[in-house]
């Protein structure tokens, strides 16, 4: 099962603690202090992986706790620090700290961000030796780490997203152009959460469709609409049972506007899908309206491998040009 929002808790590690030793020195009650300070406590940071299902393998354990540091030992030695922990979150990762309001994001493979600070480790006696104090009993125990909850959403970063209405062909064309094995169904909403498929190295994703509204949370609301704030580019279907395609494109168009007027500045296609259901006059009509508010208009068929073959030079030769 995909994940692409979950809240963790995390608590880095308690300090150990400070302790009170003697040397031992014959003919002496002691020969002075010898406790040594306290190691402090892990850290905890984020790691960024490829691996976009990372988050699903927390779904059943969402607490982590990094290592306790070591308590003093005697003859001056100093307990070890506690082991830091690295919680691995898919690159495009968003984390928000509740307790503090702070927000970070995993933008890059390899990238690691310090999230939490161990606690401290206690001081021994030996530290609080003076010349006016040469045997001291004082001792500090190591202080709590770091606590929070961390809200965690996965912003997806592909190379194109395809966006459109329920319905409008998108899981089906992801399926014909990439070999991966997105849900597809003859009702709203059959893709409830981002497919990703391979083309010749190039990542597409089949974003879950919207409907009037979705800026305000309806249908699948903003799941939908975080997952394009890092797509690099739109591939916009617009399928040709509408009645109506220009009006069917723009409603997602004002959607995107509504939460986030950025997107709407990235490169975008448009294709018409599904032209095996409609006659060629119909097809021409209806590419035509569509690029008189579309810079790039494309029209497929999934069963027509011609098109479809056309279809995916084109596209492979404009993403290439984009990572270059």
């Known amino acids: ?27 002496k009650d002691h020969g002075g202090p010898s406790g040594g300070n306290a190691g402090k406590g892990g850290d905890i940071y984020a790691l960024a992986v490829r691996d976009v299902g990372v988050l699903a393998s927390y779904k059943m354990d969402r607490e982590f706790e990094a290592g306790m540091g070591g308590n003093g030992f005697k003859d001056s030695k100093h307990g070890e620090s506690g082991e830091d922990i690295e919680v691995k979150l898919p690159v495009g990762s968003r984390l928000k700290n509740l307790t503090t309001g702070h927000t970070f994001e995993l933008l890059n493979e390899g990238e690691k961000i310090l999230l939490l600070k161990g606690g401290r480790g206690g001081l021994g006696n030996e530290f609080f030796k003076s010349s006016i104090n040469i045997t001291p009993e004082e001792f500090t125990e190591g202080e709590e780490g770091e606590e929070a909850d961390f809200e965690i959403e996965l912003l997806l970063i592909v190379d194109a997203g395809l966006i459109g209405l329920p319905n409008a062909g998108k899981s089906s064309l992801l399926n014909a152009l990439t070999r991966a094995k997105s849900k597809v169904g003859g009702f709203p909403f059959t893709t409830l959460e981002p497919s990703l498929g391979d083309l010749y190295g190039l990542i597409l994703a089949d974003i879950p469709g919207l409907i009037e509204g979705a800026s305000e949370g309806k249908g699948l609301g903003h799941k939908f609409l975080r997952h394009i704030e890092r797509t690099k580019t739109l591939i916009h279907c617009v399928s040709a049972e509408e009645e109506d395609p220009v009006a069917t494109y723009n409603i997602v168009r004002k959607e995107l506007e509504l939460y986030n007027a950025d997107i709407t500045k990235k490169p975008e296609v448009v294709v018409l899908t599904k032209i095996d259901t409609i006659t060629l006059e119909e097809r021409s009509e209806k590419m035509k309206k569509l690029s008189k508010v579309a810079k790039e208009v494309k029209a497929v068929s999934i069963i027509d491998d011609d098109l479809l073959k056309e279809f995916k030079d084109y596209l492979t030769e404009k993403l290439q040009k984009k990572v270059e």
């Open 1 to 27: 099962m995909f994940v692409d929002e979950i809240t963790l808790h995390l608590k880095a590690g308690k300090g150990g603690d400070g302790v009170v030793r003697w040397r031992h020195e014959k003919g």
